[in-house]
């Protein structure tokens, strides 16, 4: 098939589009987009399926979520959309986005919400993250340079906004106790430095590094003995679980259902349930790298069916099981 994205977030569209590539479909990802941009798309590239996906720059406002809606549907080839903001987001932009689009199908990382897209009346899947094997993969040439180190964004104004949400506790369990013991973290992502109110403690600034171009991440999961990953939810995990276990790296993060469905713990990543875990844990494991080596080594063995190449399969198959593709 031929199947164009409408995307240029980094964080996605280096993901599912590869993995369909690698499933043998053609793909073209849109980049950047303007008025005219789809229309030559679909007529030069002449695609079989387009996907858009996520929140970003490409379907940011009402205007740009109506251009799209109305040059997709005037093609009449299927329009697919990915929710990647479900569960937080959905009422507030998922949703909005969707009955504004009216994409043919919709796939959601929340396996619940597939029934309540489907009592609105739209077709909906379940589509979990994966990783890109081409971009998130073990490689010996990096030392170790950190002991422990935090990829991700910090988030401080949706921390605020719902202080129930899940990630505020994963915060509190994972990275809280470290700092407030003067156990050295180094965090790559945007606005660390202003997580001091949400943590109870301030981040060293010579700990913050900023951020990290979503292509280099894999070496810094190849250069710390310890990665620590907050999680969002307890009955999902997060796109940065998958990497980080596929690019070898030893993973340190809250101990969840969603968690333990996937994965198991002392086998493939170790997890923590309390402030006072985390620092056994980690004062442990800092003491043990061999236990560490091993650790990370089985997770790339019980990560790899977790591919974009096998999610890509997996949504052809769910789009054929719904006759919107043949």
């Excluded at 793909?27 to 695609?47: Q, W």
């Excluded at 996907?51 to 809606?69: P, R, T, Y």
């Excluded at 996937?262 to 620092?279: A, K, M, N, R, W």
Aim: with cysteine; aromatic share 12%.
């Amino acid at each position: 098939m031929r199947i164009l994205f409408i995307d240029s977030n980094e964080l996605l569209m280096y993901g599912l589009a590869n993995g369909f590539k690698e499933a043998g479909h053609k793909v073209l990802v849109s980049g950047k987009i303007s008025e005219n941009t789809i229309p030559k798309l679909i007529s030069r590239f002449k695609p079989d399926l387009i996907f858009s996906e996520g929140w970003g720059e490409e379907n940011d406002n009402v205007w740009k979520q109506d251009l799209i809606a109305k040059q997709i549907k005037a093609s009449g080839i299927p329009h697919i959309y990915w929710a990647v903001e479900d569960p937080h987001f959905t009422l507030d932009f998922s949703l909005p986005l969707i009955l504004r689009m009216k994409p043919d199908f919709v796939f959601t990382l929340s396996e619940p919400l597939v029934n309540f897209y489907r009592k609105l009346g739209i077709r909906a899947g379940h589509l979990d993250f994966g990783y890109e094997p081409s971009i998130h993969y073990p490689n010996s040439k990096y030392d170790t340079k950190y002991s422990i180190a935090v990829v991700a964004n910090a988030y401080p104004e949706v921390l605020k906004q719902s202080p129930q949400h899940f990630r505020n506790q994963s915060l509190t369990t994972l990275i809280k106790p470290l700092l407030e013991e003067n156990i050295r973290i180094d965090f790559w992502g945007k606005d660390w430095d202003k997580m001091g109110d949400i943590l109870g403690v301030s981040i060293p600034k010579d700990w913050i590094h900023g951020y990290l171009p979503y292509k280099d991440a894999y070496k810094v999961y190849n250069s710390a003995q310890i990665i620590i990953g907050p999680q969002n939810y307890k009955s999902q995990v997060t796109q940065r679980t998958y990497e980080i276990l596929a690019s070898g790296g030893f993973f340190l993060t809250s101990d969840t259902d969603g968690v333990r469905e996937l994965f198991t713990p002392g086998e493939d990543l170790i997890v923590s349930s309390s402030p006072e875990q985390t620092l056994e844990l980690v004062r442990h494991y800092l003491k043990h790298p061999e236990e560490c080596k091993a650790i990370s080594e089985n997770a790339l063995k019980t990560v790899s069916p977790h591919s974009y190449k096998n999610r890509a399969k997996q949504a052809i198959k769910t789009l054929k099981n719904e006759y919107i593709i043949k």
